[in-house]
């Protein structure tokens, strides 16, 4: 007999025989997976981003000339590395970013190695001046908490307090694991600014490049060497590192007869503000310095973020004073939420599961074992999911609460056949050892029930085919979900018989008093019944049979009413909307309004990224608000000046404004929390994101809203920052900025439409310089010389750098803003002649004058490109839908010329 056993009948009699061995291996594979649990990465959705590295420039210069000498070298040369899917590139004004986009499943790591490899080849070509670096190894959403420093007292300037984020805050937190960058924003960041009076300069016959150089030739420490001075050994510095205001205005731009002129002769010298490109709002009182945290991929997000806690409570007494660390967003609350959502239906559904295998199996100890295997599985299925590198997350917790309902069917089966097997075994006079009846039993069925549990899985391959997005979103679901199916198997084998052949016993208890050896007999004897005695089977067949008997009578009508009820269905299905997933509440709200014309200055983006949060304080669901207008200090930030983003926030439902239902006014509140899953007691978010877009109506903004992990995904993986959008490529950026206006007015009819921006890529303002080089040439000037002025004495620069201690700030020159700040005073700004043959007005050698240009250029795949933002309300038309209606709408108002491309994104 034991030769003709199968190797999965021989490992459920080993299993059944050596029980105690069977049961101990589970508990130690319990306790790893337990382990597991403790340490696996948890997060509120699978990372969807796609591979990407950031190649971040950084050059005063505008866009499009930055477009021209760095971006697009830089993507021309890397079009050509291998596993590259797309390339975007981003000019700005004094930035340049580009987006190397990989195919799905690159490791970023020989990602990051490739482009350094391709970089190496171009960064010799780039213009001097040019700072190129790659962005920080995290990806779309690494933005995982985000806080502001808060001064209550009035104690701190703005600039100290920016100093302190950036010389001493921003270190302690990136120093913490996992963290992969800390990015400033808001607040002002000290400069010494030296404001040159040209006349001045004149009176003493001095060009401004005696000012530059000796500003960067008096900032400066060395080292000679060391001397040996009675017997000791001493190291040679020379000291000459700029510490203060005085120490810039005595520096000697030239003497005649022992009488120095010096800088604090032809300009003045004072602390003031950094050129900002990036702004923040807290609740609506005003700027405020700010830090976002990058986690690094691949990390544990909630581990993360509880050491970024640990991390701000031990720094808290080393704040200055009056100053105290608000939080503006903390997606830990986002992941505790989605967890314990799904934790909490998991364990329903195994409560369920096993009240209902009590009452069909009929029998309490067949029913445990099923009940015990389930949890098990569910537990030991983390232990791969931890070596694979899955996440815990809402779509791999789903994978196995999907799997919760046929992890049974195996157990179920195998105790049915045994009801039968020691039914019969009692009905023939219970001839033989009841355990080798009970073995019998499992050894015919448990091959049968292994490979059934298997080929469930087999539904769940072509989810495995799924790329990009979509098969990270639903690759971790099939991924549990078979492990969970897999590990169930292999318990259906092991543990299944070992615990069914410990606890399987079928004389009663007849220890005393008699009433408790009963109760132990039903709970662990129990009685076995046939399939046509068991009381819930015998009530089941009498509702089934009826049907059963009358469909078999009449086949062909029942097979014509089949098809007829899919008939009906294919109009509903055509009715259906579609689109990638059902959004995630997320508990907050991201406001993304745009500025219509470009040009916004810092003051005036100030004032409407004020306004904005003042309104939307106004809402009671609202507890605080953040607004950011442009870009951090990061370069996973491409927002430009017009694009302003406010985190917003929200109170836990129960403080929403209630919608009153028919129970409100009588029903208890445990009542209440059970009757408003069905019927909604409180305004719902749609209603509230409606509210407000209506009462942020503001001239020249046009609103968009999101959440704040879909708008990072968004932004960096497709460039679209909004629902729906649209690209469009070519070589000419006017008529590329003609095709997104003509879009941006078709759309503005389709229903349901809450906002449509196209951006006006050719529509920034610039001030020109156009060089005559005729009188160039009968100056003896260059080009260089004249845009030195034009960098220098109009635009300033930076000139060096002050060592004060861990902290650098940025001397600045340039001309006092009287002399610059309109064309007739442009007009006059001094250029000294070669060999000091005097100076004369810009106006001689250069055509002044102000011309509008490309605000920030978009570069995809190495054409230029531009994009119209739409926004929908969800609550009304799915994505699926309303983008039919939008590209019908787009096809019959707006004609596409040869030669350029449009893509529907989002």
Known sequence: MQEN???????????AEN??????????????????????????LPDLSDTQVIVYSRWDRSPDIIEDQVTYPIVSSLLGAPKV?????????????????????????????????????????????VKTELGPDATSLGWVFQYALIDRSGKNTSDELRSYQDWYLRYAISSVPGVAEVAAVGGQVRQYQITVDPNALAAYNLPLEAVIQAVRKGNNDVGGRLVEISGREYMVRGRGYVESIADLEQLVLMSEGGTPVTVKDVATVALGPELRRGITDYNGEGDVVGGIVVMRQGENALNV???????????????????????????SELIGRAIDTVKGKLIEELIIVSIIILIFLWHIPSAVVPIVTIPISVILAFIPMYMMGLTANIMSLAGIAISVGVLVDGAIVEVENAYNKIYHWQAGGMKGDFHKVRLDALM??????????????????PVFTLVDQEGRLFKPLAFSKNIAMAIAAVLAITLDPALRMMFARIEPFK???????????????????????HPISRFLHRIYEPPCRFVLRHPKATIFASFLLVALTIPVYLQLGHEFMPPLREGSLLYMPSAVQPGMSVAEAQKALQVQDKLLMTFPEVDRVFGKAGRAETSTDPAPFTMMETTILLKPESEWRENPRWYSNWSPEWLKSILRTVWRDRITEAKLVSEMDERLQLPGISNAWTMPIKARLDMLSTGIRTPVGIKISGSDLTVVQQIAVEMESALQGVPDTRSVYAERVAGGYFLDFDLRRDQLARYGLTVDDANMMVMTAVGGDNQTTTVEGRARY????????????????????????????????????????????????????????????????????DVGGYVEHAKQAVAALVKIPTGYSVVWSG
């Open 5 to 15: 056993l199968t190797v999965l009948q021989r490992i459920i009699r080993f299993s």
């Open 19 to 44: 029980r105690w061995l069977v049961i101990a291996a589970t508990l130690v594979a319990i306790v790893i997976a337990a382990w597991t649990m403790q340490n696996i990465p948890l997060d509120a």
């Open 85 to 129: 899917k797309a390339i975007r590139g981003y000019s700005d004004f004094g930035y340049s970013f580009v987006y190397v986009i990989f195919e799905d499943g690159t490791d970023i790591y020989w990602a990051r190695t490739r482009v350094l490899e391709y970089l190496s080849k171009i960064t010799a070509q780039l213009p001097a001046g």
């Open 305 to 331: 973020i509880e050491r970024i806690k640990a991390k701000i409570e031990e720094l808290k007494p080393s704040l200055p004073e009056g100053v105290e660390i608000v939080t503006t967003y903390d997606r």
């Open 444 to 461: 015919e069925v448990g091959p049968t029930v292994f490979f059934s549990l298997l080929v469930i899985a087999v539904a769940f391959i």
């Open 511 to 533: 220890f005393r008093p008699r009433f408790l050896a009963w109760t132990a007999t039903k709970f662990a004897v129990g009685t076995y019944y046939s399939e046509e005695k």
């Open 810 to 877: 940025g001397v600045n020159v340039r001309y006092a803003r009287d002399y610059r700040d309109n064309l007739d005073a442009l007009q006059r700004v001094l250029i000294s002649l070669p060999n000091g043959q005097g100076q004369i007005p810009m106006s001689e050698i250069a055509d002044i004058k102000l011309v509008e240009g490309p605000a920030m250029i978009r570069d995809e795949n190495g054409l230029l490109a531009g994009y119209v933002y739409v926004d929908f309300d969800p609550s009304k038309v």
